[in-house]
């Protein structure tokens, strides 16, 4: 199993970023997908699951109506738009299946 997040970067509050995750070695399709992520003393947090073929989505509170996670399964690829950040959306952001992470990305907000 590989996965490699992209996307990340320094975004002003109010902003908006997509990550991006390609995986491989596995049937992707077969796959629920997650994002998580984890900031600077603190514990990793889910923030958010698509199932397999992408019909359900379930999202962590402190960004349900923010965020929005995404896959094409043709691509192998699962997406997290990420809009109205805020300062306490900084961490590090990793792509997540079986219990393997990507080496993440970063997402810094701040003005």
């Known amino acids: 199993v590989q996965l490699v997040e992209s996307g990340g970067g320094l975004v002003q509050p109010g902003g908006s970023l997509r990550l991006s995750c390609l995986a491989s070695?596995?049937?992707?399709?077969?796959?629920?997908m997650n994002w998580y992520r984890q900031a600077p003393g603190k514990e990793r947090e889910l923030v958010a699951v698509i199932s397999h073929l992408g019909g359900s989505t379930n999202y962590g509170d402190s960004v349900k109506g923010r965020f929005t996670i995404s896959r094409d399964n043709a691509k192998n690829t699962v997406w997290l738009q990420m809009n109205s950040l805020k300062p306490e959306d900084t961490a590090v952001y990793y792509c997540?299946?079986?219990?393997?992470y990507g080496q993440g990305t970063q997402v810094t907000v701040s003005s």
């Open positions: 997540s299946v079986m219990h393997v």
């Open positions: 070695g596995f049937t992707f399709s077969n796959y629920a």
